[in-house]
Nanobody, 124 residues
Framework: QVDLVESGGGVVQAGASLRLSCAAS????????TGWFRQVPGKHREFVAS????????YYTDSVKGRFTISRDNEKNLAYLQMNNLRPDDTAVYYC?????????????????WGQGTQVTVSS
């Protein structure tokens, strides 16, 4: 079983950048496709981005394309979400997730492994 721990959240002003990290333990992250989701209180958890095991293939929700970049370092058992030009509507709890399925399906079928989340707050 892989355990996931997110870090890097915080409070920033609109236009700023943050990099979220997802550290895996228990099993190699290289066994799993990885993704990021976010959730605002009272709303469903939303797909943000996903990445294949090799790191070659990535997917993004439309609202973050061109601003967010997902990446991974399998040797370090880490995944990242670089967030640039943050906007107030990016405010949410961000979750790292992993699954053995194809990352293309992350937006439709929730992954099986989840971290506890990290809060990102963007002020205007």
């Amino acid at each position: 079983q892989v355990d996931l721990v997110e870090s890097g959240g915080g409070v920033v002003q609109a236009g700023a950048s943050l990099r979220l990290s997802c550290a895996a333990s228990g099993r190699p992250l290289s066994n799993y496709a990885t993704g990021w989701f976010r959730q605002v209180p009272g709303k469903h958890r939303e797909f943000v981005a996903s990445i294949s095991v090799s790191g070659v293939t990535t997917y993004y929700t439309d609202s973050v394309k061109g601003r967010f970049t997902i990446s991974r370092d399998n040797e370090k058992n880490l995944a990242y979400l670089q967030m640039n030009n943050l906007r107030p509507d990016d405010t949410a709890v961000y979750y790292c997730a992993a699954d053995t399925s194809d990352p293309y399906y992350f937006r439709s079928y929730p992954p099986s492994k989840w971290g506890q989340g990290t809060q990102v707050t963007v002020s205007s």
